[in-house]
C-alpha cells in the first residue's frame, strides 16, 4: 500500500510503523506525515517521527510536540 492511498489514520499508523521496522523510514515519515496533518496532537506519531528524523534537534522538537 502506498502512503496516497491511505484513509484512516488508523490505517496509516500501521503502514508507517511496518515501514519503519523494515528500515523504510521514507514512506514510514510520509504516512506520519499525513497522520500529523490530520491529528497534530496524537502522540504515537510524533514519537514515530522522531525515529524518521536526522537530526537530534528534530527528534528534541518531535518529543516537545507529545502533550
Given at each position: 500500500?502506498?502512503?496516497?492511498n491511505?484513509?484512516?489514520?488508523?490505517?496509516a499508523?500501521?503502514?508507517?510503523?511496518e515501514?519503519?521496522a523494515?528500515g523504510?523510514?521514507?514512506n514510514?515519515?510520509?504516512?506520519?506525515?499525513?497522520?500529523?496533518r490530520?491529528?497534530p496532537?496524537?502522540?504515537?506519531?510524533?514519537i514515530?517521527?522522531?525515529?524518521?528524523?536526522?537530526?537530534?534537534?528534530?527528534?528534541?522538537?518531535?518529543?516537545?510536540?507529545?502533550s
Amino acid at each position: 500500500m502506498a502512503p496516497n492511498n491511505l484513509t484512516s489514520i488508523e490505517e496509516a499508523m500501521e503502514y508507517a510503523i511496518e515501514s519503519i521496522a523494515r528500515g523504510d523510514t521514507y514512506n514510514g515519515k510520509a504516512a506520519l506525515s499525513w497522520v500529523l496533518r490530520q491529528s497534530p496532537s496524537l502522540p504515537e506519531a510524533w514519537i514515530w517521527m522522531a525515529c524518521c528524523v536526522d537530526s537530534e534537534d528534530q527528534k528534541r522538537d518531535c518529543y516537545r510536540r507529545i502533550s
